[in-house]
């Protein structure tokens, strides 16, 4: 198994962005708040755009089996950019981490170029089996895709 951040920070340093009733991912936080908290993402990530929507996503760690995850994910209009925040899940409730008195998200990846049919924000265990980001490859020919990974 592979290590996730439990819940045991301060509360101040978490944020409530949605729950899982019945199965489904809901989104609790406000919409316009989570899109514009991931526009600063993307400001810190020097990546020009503005972000459409957001959903909340289940998936598997690539690399292992079994190993669930949840994250953020907010797109712009066409699709060349992503950005995703990787969250915490305690007794059915998802968090994000935020930077320390402020309202940032902690760690942000973002996924840019000129690609719009794959290009996603995922996470991967390494050789050394540590979980980190990647970026999907690109499903058209001849388009970019830059990731760039935002910490505290």
Request: net charge negative; hydrophobic share 35%.
């Amino acid at each position: 198994m592979f290590p996730f951040m439990s819940c045991s920070q301060s509360s101040e340093n978490l944020m409530e962005i949605g729950k899982i009733e019945k199965e489904n991912v809901v989104i609790t936080a406000k919409e316009i708040d989570l899109i514009t908290m991931l526009d600063r993402g993307l400001d810190r990530s020097n990546v020009k755009g503005e972000i459409e929507k957001v959903i909340l996503k289940k998936d598997i760690v690539e690399g292992t089996k079994d190993t669930e995850y949840y994250m953020l994910l907010g797109s712009n209009k066409d699709n060349s950019i992503k950005i995703a925040v990787d969250l915490i899940l305690n007794d059915n409730v998802l968090y994000a981490r935020l930077l320390e008195f402020t309202d940032v998200f902690a760690e942000t990846c973002t996924c840019s170029g000129s690609c719009t049919k794959g290009c996603d924000p995922r996470r991967w265990v390494d050789d050394y089996e540590i979980i980190s980001w990647l970026c999907s490859d690109c499903k058209l020919k001849n388009k970019t895709c830059n990731k760039s990974v935002t910490t505290n």
